[in-house]
């Protein structure tokens, strides 16, 4: 019989958090094994913040990279295999409250859901940062960003058109040549479209503009590189496609609400802070 996690309950090193009708957990699994099938009660977001694993979800398997985000409906039946060197994940688990919002914008996914780069990612480290925050942590912020969050799925149902065929391959380009850059024109052309088609569609499908996407997914590789390596700013900007390092700190900034610098610092050291703080406590 397949085990059913309650709500808090994970494979791995856990700390969890309840705020606004929500539980919000931090796993670290500290080396690589695979973990058995397994379903959670809750309905919940997961996001890699370090290290690799797998999911596998019937014939579906995910391969997770730092900032890979997801959406799991409840009951979702899944087993992982954890990467070499282990990895930790922040997980959202959402209480019914937040069913019903989702149930009444559209509805969930029916299984599991990728949300590629931009808005719902940062929202998501955003959310983060308000858990390693603990008691000093806003509900009124964390309840907003869940709403966000919400949001975000249910627009997988939006309208009853379905998604053009040359869409997947627009995607994919995207994010083979989003460092160096490429021309809507070109992009077009490749699929037989005119330029203004494009944006529109992508907009209408994706819920966000091609540049967005763009900046999304520039960003989301330089959480990555922050969290992976010790590489200076200003060799990560050039890799992602930034002009230079302070264009890179803007745009961080803007998006995360700190320096690419501050991020590293916390990122790494949350935690390791955790628990050492429950072994005093202990």
């Known amino acids: 019989m397949t085990v059913i996690l309650e709500p808090g309950k994970f494979y791995g090193e856990t700390i969890s958090v309840p705020i606004s009708d929500a539980l919000l957990s ?11 099938s397994h379903r959670h009660q809750a309905a919940y977001f997961s996001l890699l913040l370090e290290g690799t694993y797998s999911e596998t979800v019937g014939e579906l398997t995910i391969d997770y990279q730092p900032f890979t985000f997801i959406f799991h409906n409840a009951l979702t ?9 282990g990895c930790r994940i922040f997980f959202l688990e959402l209480m019914p409250k937040w069913l019903d919002v ?4 559209g509805g969930p996914p ?6 590629h780069g931009g808005d719902p990612a940062w929202i998501a480290l955003r959310l ?7 008691d000093a942590a806003d509900p009124m912020t964390v309840e907003s960003l869940l709403y966000e969050l919400c949001a ?10 379905r998604e053009p065929p040359w869409l997947p391959t627009v995607d994919e380009r995207i994010r083979s040549e989003f460092a160096q850059g490429f021309e809507l024109r070109d992009l077009a052309a490749n699929v037989g479209v005119n330029p203004s088609h494009l944006c529109r569609t992508f907009r209408r499908f994706r819920g966000r503009t091609v540049g967005d996407y763009v900046l999304g997914l520039r960003m989301q590789l330089v959480c990555r590189r922050l969290v992976e390596s010790r590489s200076p700013l200003s060799d ?3 890799e992602a496609g930034f002009t230079d390092q302070s264009h890179l700190t803007h745009v961080f900034k803007a998006f995360i609400g700190q320096s690419p610098g501050a991020y590293r610092r916390r990122l790494r050291e949350g935690f390791a802070k955790d628990i050492q703080d429950s072994q005093r406590a202990t």
């Not at 989702?102 to 914008?105: G, H, P, Q, S």
């Open 26 to 36: 931090e796993v670290r699994h500290s080396v690589g094994h695979d973990v058995p």
């Open 110 to 115: 029916e299984h599991v859901f990728e949300l």
């Open 152 to 161: 975000h799925v249910a627009r997988v149902h939006d309208g009853d058109d």
């Open 236 to 238: 990560i900007a050039a």
């Open 128 to 134: 983060y940062h308000e858990f390693l925050a603990r």
């Open 77 to 85: 039946e899944h087993h992982d295999s954890m990467g070499a060197n």
């Open 102 to 105: 989702i149930a009444r914008l």
